[in-house]
């Protein structure tokens, strides 16, 4: 749905930008001074010595010296007293540096006044791409372009950061900045929105529809980092959706029901499991979701509005009110009565989607209070946006595991892990000698519905395939795929989809008033439409216990009347979202349908009960900059990854009988009040110094071998590897070299051309290979300043309008270009040219495509001069030329025959 290259660019800055002249400039800058030089003597060791050598291989004169458990060789006593020198310089430096970072900091606490983002910081290195949203359209940023609208901070220095948040700052030209936003994802980068306050003053009710924060400090505040989240919702990626409606929404109270299963509950202050245990739980099903009629959409998809998030799944509501139920009215969250086929309510939104419903409450009329919303909405010309669109069912992609999904099926065989590898070990065999292999790979199937340029041109001209860079690309690729083969991502049976509740419940509960329904779907069924009837597992990532969902995928024609979406549905009598631990806010399921996958997951889950455990809640407190500040400090503090990677650790440990399951659920609980720190700013506290020696004990171990596939990890920074599910991949996978088979025909790169007959322009190709060669330090350049990959869109950006200089008709340049690069030179390495002018390209070809024919001698395709030529130029001239020849021959035949008779 949302276009992932359609960005704008921000300018990511660190606090460093902020510092003010004098002290704290000139002591940043002997930091960076002291830290580039204990990098260079760093790389001096690099240099010197050879890292784990054994004794038996050293000859001549060596000695062994250790230093933190790793043997460097050294080749004589005066490389040895040079390391040795390496080393105290490296250990001088890095209390250097720590002496700097002391008086910075002492610095930094005696600064005073508003604090100004020097214009020297706003470097091509520090742009980042951030994709079009309700927060960039309602701004008018237009895409491509770079604004200052929107500075994005990432603090190193909380001094810093608490100066920008309660005072904000000014830039050189006097504009001011005040602080804006973070979501749970930048708060774990610590990374910060700011937005100019000539702008955010100017569409502030806009953003928050009517609202401000003395509105909401008046009615008693919120959890802050809630509020933060809720506000960001305007920067999530999203497109406009344009024909929305307000007046044809309404709100409803969420359907929740108590569901009984057989838990293992855990106490969070005493901290034991009490095991098999048989409760009845509160379950909110419809948490995160609403309905929207089919009509309007029979795709389910996620939804943006002011304070407004969530899933809306396709559903004929208003056919279940008039046929089933009998009844059109329903009760809003208010208390205001709406018959929904009167009133034309064609979207059903529910509590828990609209997060500051409370805020709107009319104290005189509370039946006004949704008006008030929709008035608001429309007076200050909000935008609705969609994301996440489900694809149709021929669209969806089969789906790979993760790491861990695998790591938690400890138990199984080696045999059973190459049956499920298979499937990967043929699709890695296939890339080079099967044409359908190499689409998939290049992403230029129908399962990718948002190509690029390149991958779009491949899926409509396959020939490509055999082009000398999309060649090199499919070998990287491939490189790239076994490697993730190796870090658990292998090829199954199953698609990713929305998760949805049973809608006919829902209507149930909604229109006929009843506090218990059933629906259609039994505890332990499921329905999804992706699948035949049968067995499924139903995953979910984070996946840290055991928990592997198998359900019964159940398909009739009833189902099949209300059940719209390509979603997997569940039934409210089911605990399965406990065992998931899902929301229905835009959650996706793995859903696998392999049988081999199945049984060994059944296996694994003999015994095994989903957790329970008490969550709190956050507390509401006013919104102000000090609270913002103290709450964002707090919210840094989360480490998610610290204790899913002693989880990690436990299911790859060397012997199998180390993995206690008891110290996974227990850090499993811990994680996930770790993951709503930033929100609710509570962690319990371990009770005995023995429970936590337990849970601290995987510390002790490196990451798990694999984990130099995983996360990048180097060879010192992992343990040896081991028989463990994941590790064994190492040898399951298997790495076959790339052997192009002639599957397609040759390149024509005239179909790539808007006008072939097109003259070469030296300036063009002059200008293109110097930009092309310098873009490397560019991408380094941002590397250093730690920006996304994908923000290299900007570079290629930039190389476009340097070319569009010389000519500014981008067909001509991409001719010129295509010309160059396909023929003259029969380039490798196109990158470039795809990312600068590849929406040219495509349109050329499509253009060509439709005037081409297929050459009778070659099957290639090519754009003919005339309208009954039937061969590309290349069969042309040989058929010419084997015409001419068997005309000479006849000729020859005829002289000879008229010599004879005379």
């Known amino acids: 749905m949302e276009n992932l290259n359609n960005q704008f660019y921000v300018y990511s800055v660190d606090t460093a930008a902020f510092y003010h002249v004098g002290a704290e400039q000139t002591i940043h800058a002997e930091e960076l001074r002291t830290y580039n030089l204990r990098k260079k003597v760093s790389e001096l060791i690099k240099n010197e010595a050879v890292i ?47 002496k700097i970072k002391a008086q910075l900091k002492d610095a930094l606490g005696e600064s005073e006044g508003m604090r100004t983002l020097r214009s020297s910081s706003l470097l091509d290195k520090q742009r980042s791409g951030l994709f079009d949203s309700v927060l960039s359209r309602t701004l008018g940023i237009k895409a491509k372009s770079t604004t200052t609208d929107i500075i994005i901070v990432q603090s190193y220095y909380e001094k810093v950061l608490e100066d920008l948040i309660k005072q904000g700052f000014v830039n050189e030209d006097g504009e001011q900045y005040v602080f804006y936003s973070a979501f749970a994802g930048q708060i774990r980068q610590k990374k910060n929105i700011f937005l100019k306050k000539s702008v955010w003053d100017e569409h502030q009710k806009s953003l928050m529809c009517g609202l401000t924060v003395d509105d909401i400090n008046a009615k008693g505040g919120m959890n802050i980092n809630k509020f933060l989240a809720y506000l960001a919702l305007s920067n999530s990626a999203t ?83 008039k046929e089933v139920a009998g009844n059109t009215k329903v009760t809003d969250i208010y208390g205001k009565e709406w018959d929904i086929i009167e009133d034309n309510v064609q979207i059903i939104f529910t509590k828990s989607q609209f997060k500051l419903w409370k805020f709107y409450i009319d104290t005189e009329n509370k039946e006004n209070s949704w008006n008030n919303y929709k008035q608001a909405f429309k007076d200050n010309k909000c935008q609705a946006g969609k994301l996440n669109e489900e694809e149709s069912k021929d669209n969806f992609s089969e789906a790979v595991t ?27 065999k296939a890339i080079g000698r099967e044409k359908e292999a190499m689409l998939n790979l290049m992403g230029a ?11 779009e041109a491949i899926s409509i001209y396959p020939e490509l395939l055999s082009d000398k860079h999309v060649k090199q690309t499919i070998k990287a690729t491939k490189a790239s795929f076994v490697k993730r083969a190796k870090s658990g991502k292998l090829k199954v049976q199953g698609k990713y989809t929305f998760v949805s509740p049973d809608t006919y419940a829902f209507c149930e509960w909604l229109f006929q008033g009843n506090k218990n ?21 139903l995953e979910r990532s984070p996946h840290l216990f055991l928990e592997h969902a198998l359900r019964d995928n159940v398909i009739d024609d009833k189902k099949k009347e209300w059940f719209v979406s390509n979603a997997i549905y569940t039934s409210c009598l089911d605990a399965v979202s406990r065992t998931l631990q899902f929301d229905n806010d835009g959650d996706s399921l793995l859903v696998i349908s392999c ?36 709450s964002l400090k707090a919210a840094y503090k989360a480490n998610i990854g610290t204790i899913s990677n002693k989880i990690t650790k436990i299911f790859n440990s060397s012997d199998k009988k180390d993995i206690n399951v008891d110290t996974v659920r227990l850090l499993c609980c811990l994680n996930n009040f770790e993951i709503d720190y930033a929100k609710t700013l509570f962690k319990p506290t371990i009770p005995t110094k023995a429970l936590k020696k337990q849970l601290n004990a995987p510390d002790k171990l490196k990451a798990p071998y694999f984990f130099q596939y995983a996360k990048k990890k180097t060879e010192n920074q992992v343990e040896k590897i081991n028989d463990s599910v994941v590790n064994q991949l190492e040898h399951v996978i298997k790495d076959t070299n790339v052997f192009f088979k002639k599957v397609v025909g040759e390149v024509d790169y005239k179909l790539l051309m808007n006008d072939c007959e097109r003259r070469t322009n030296n300036k063009i190709i002059d200008l293109y290979t110097k930009l092309d060669r310098s873009k490397k330090w560019l991408m380094l350049e941002q590397k250093k300043a730690d920006i996304k990959s994908y923000n290299k869109l900007w570079i290629y950006e930039h190389i476009r309008e340097d070319l569009l200089k010389i000519n500014n008709d981008p067909y001509l340049v991409a001719d010129v270009l295509v010309k160059h690069l396909f023929h003259t030179k029969n380039s490798a390495h196109k990158t470039t040219l795809w990312e600068s002018f590849g929406g040219e390209i495509l349109n050329s070809l499509y253009k060509n495509l439709n005037k081409s024919k297929v050459c009778v001698d070659c099957d290639k395709k090519f754009i003919p001069t005339t309208k009954r030529q039937d061969r590309c130029s290349e069969c042309k001239k040989k058929h010419d030329a084997k015409l001419a020849r068997e005309r000479q021959r006849k000729s020859r035949a005829k002289k000879a025959k008229e010599k004879v008779s005379r």
């Not at 050598?53 to 004589?76: A, Q």
């Open 52 to 98: 784990k050598e054994s004794k038996k291989e050293i000859k001549g004169e060596v000695k062994l010296i250790n230093d933190n458990k790793t043997f460097v060789r050294v080749m004589n006593k005066k490389k040895l007293k040079r390391i040795v020198l390496i080393r105290k310089g490296i250990k001088f430096l890095t209390k250097r540096i720590d």
């Open 239 to 321: 497109s406009e959706w344009k024909d929305f409606n307000i007046d044809h929404c309404i709100v409803v109270d969420d359907m929740e029901t108590n569901v009984s299963a057989i838990f293992d509950v855990i106490d969070t202050e005493n901290f034991t499991i009490d095991h098999d245990k048989r409760k009845g739980v509160d379950i909110e099903h419809t948490d995160g979701s609403g309905l929207i009629l089919p009509s309007l959409s029979d795709k389910a998809f996620m939804v943006r509005l002011p304070f407004v998030k969530g899933l809306l799944i396709p559903t004929p509501f208003d056919k279940f009110a």
């Open 402 to 428: 993760t790491y861990q999904v695998l790591q938690t099926l400890y138990n199984m065989k080696k045999s059973d892990l190459e049956g499920i590898a298979e499937e990967t070990n043929k699709f890695i």
């Open 445 to 455: 199937d129908n399962a990718n519905t948002r190509k690029n340029a390149m991958q």
């Open 517 to 537: 329904p059933e629906g259609l779907l039994n505890d332990g069924e499921v329905y999804c439409t992706l699948f035949e009837e049968g067995r499924l597992c």
């Open 595 to 630: 049988p081999k996958f199945i049984k060994i997951a059944e296996e694994h889950m003999e015994g095994i009960n989903p957790l329970y455990y008490e969550m709190k809640k956050a507390e509401a407190e006013q919104i102000k900059p000090d609270s913002i500040y103290t």
